[in-house]
């Protein structure tokens, strides 16, 4: 089975806007994959499907052969998302931000406190546990996301534009992060509008643009016809 396969995924807004129109898309496990594309070509709204936040108007989805209509729940357990805008709850500490997301999961309280502190050290945000998220700096806010969304620990990450507005230091030290993470077997999906970021980490790309998917081969493949 794949980490993700989409067929025929359309998408039209309530406003009317088609924003995908017949997505196909294959991702293997154990891959790093970006999801490369200008501002406005269905890549969040991809996402959101995937993630189960955006309905989709038609198509399939299965994410490490779970069914997005029939079995839902299980999807979404499998998966880690790191969305685009901070949405934390501001005013609760980053320890306990990790302790009520693995809550969610129906991950015991002393298990969960248990992998926030892994993630909280991996992440180098330990001394910081004890710190509301809005007084965050964008950079551990960005870091805090990636901590939760692997709280429960997902088989397939996916991150919507990760280094947005996060300068070149941070954006190389969370690269090396993913890095190893996909080495140690996660799965990690990514959206970029930026062709570099798809370069230095991923294997496989797919080009999407007005809410199609234009181009979709290996990165070496694509580098060599650039
Ligand atoms: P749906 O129920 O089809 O998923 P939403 O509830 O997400 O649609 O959106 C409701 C309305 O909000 C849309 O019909 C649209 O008018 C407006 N809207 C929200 N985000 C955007 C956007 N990025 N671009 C254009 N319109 C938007
Ligand atoms: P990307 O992530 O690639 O920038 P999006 O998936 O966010 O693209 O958006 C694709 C298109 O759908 C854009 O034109 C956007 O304005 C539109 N859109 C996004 N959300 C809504 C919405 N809720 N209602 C109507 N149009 C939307």
Redesign the pocket.
């Given at each position: 089975t794949h980490a993700l396969s989409i067929q025929g995924l359309t998408k039209?807004?309530?406003?009317g806007?088609v924003a995908l129109k017949g997505i196909d898309l294959e991702v293997k496990q154990g891959d790093f994959f970006a999801l490369l594309g200008p501002n406005g070509a269905g890549k969040s709204t991809t996402i959101g499907i995937i993630s189960t936040l955006?309905?989709k108007s038609s198509g399939k989805v299965s994410v490490f052969g779970n069914d997005l209509d029939t079995h839902p729940l299980q999807l979404k357990r499998c998966i880690g998302v790191v969305p685009q805008e901070f949405n934390f709850n501001q005013f609760e500490l980053a320890f306990n931000i990790l302790v009520t997301q693995a809550g969610y999961y129906g991950i015991k309280r002393a298990e969960a406190k248990v992998r926030a502190e892994q993630l909280l050290k991996q992440l180098e945000l330990w001394d910081k546990r004890d710190t509301q998220a809005r007084l965050l700096s964008g950079g551990m806010k960005r870091r805090l996301m990636i901590a939760r969304a692997l709280v429960h620990g997902p088989k397939l990450l996916i991150l919507d534009e990760p280094t947005a507005g996060v300068d070149i230091e941070l954006r190389r030290s969370m690269w090396d992060y993913l890095i190893k993470l996909n080495r140690e077997g996660t799965t990690i999906i990514l959206t970029t509008h930026y062709l570099e970021e798809a370069e230095q980490l991923c294997r496989n790309i797919a080009i999407i643009d007005h809410g199609q998917i234009i181009e979709n081969t290996s990165m070496r493949t694509l580098l060599t016809k650039l």
């Open positions: 039209t807004y309530a406003n806007f955006v309905n």
